[in-house]
């Protein structure tokens, strides 16, 4: 490839062009895994990213999200509080009293 100062203005612009499309179509991409989680609290647009950050620069889904990058890094390393593993432990005693019913007791039936 020619270096820049030999590409014509025409080649220039398609070259800026093609990465605004680029840059567009990769925002699209994100916007329709995430559009829901725009309008959600700050939880769970981080959970969004963290479950979307192998696939998509955090950086670019920190901006489309509008949040920003060193919050997101802040809470990822955070370590979980009390509260946190109390509920993370009663899902699980939830959802092996709902395995144990062969997946016929819901919430109002399960002690």
Request: aromatic letters at 8%.
């Amino acid at each position: 490839m020619p270096l820049n100062d030999k590409l014509t203005a025409e080649d220039q612009e398609i070259r800026i062009l093609k990465k605004k499309l680029k840059d567009a179509e990769l925002e699209n991409g994100i916007l329709k895994k995430g559009g829901s989680h725009l309008f959600q609290g700050r939880l769970r647009k981080y959970e969004f990213i963290k479950s979307h950050m192998n696939l998509f620069a955090v950086e670019k889904l920190c901006k489309i999200i509008n949040t920003s990058s060193s919050s997101f890094y802040k809470w990822i390393s955070r370590p979980k509080s009390n509260r946190d593993k109390k509920t993370e432990e009663l899902s699980l005693l939830v959802k092996q009293a709902y395995q144990d019913s062969d997946q016929i007791y819901g919430s109002p039936r399960i002690p």
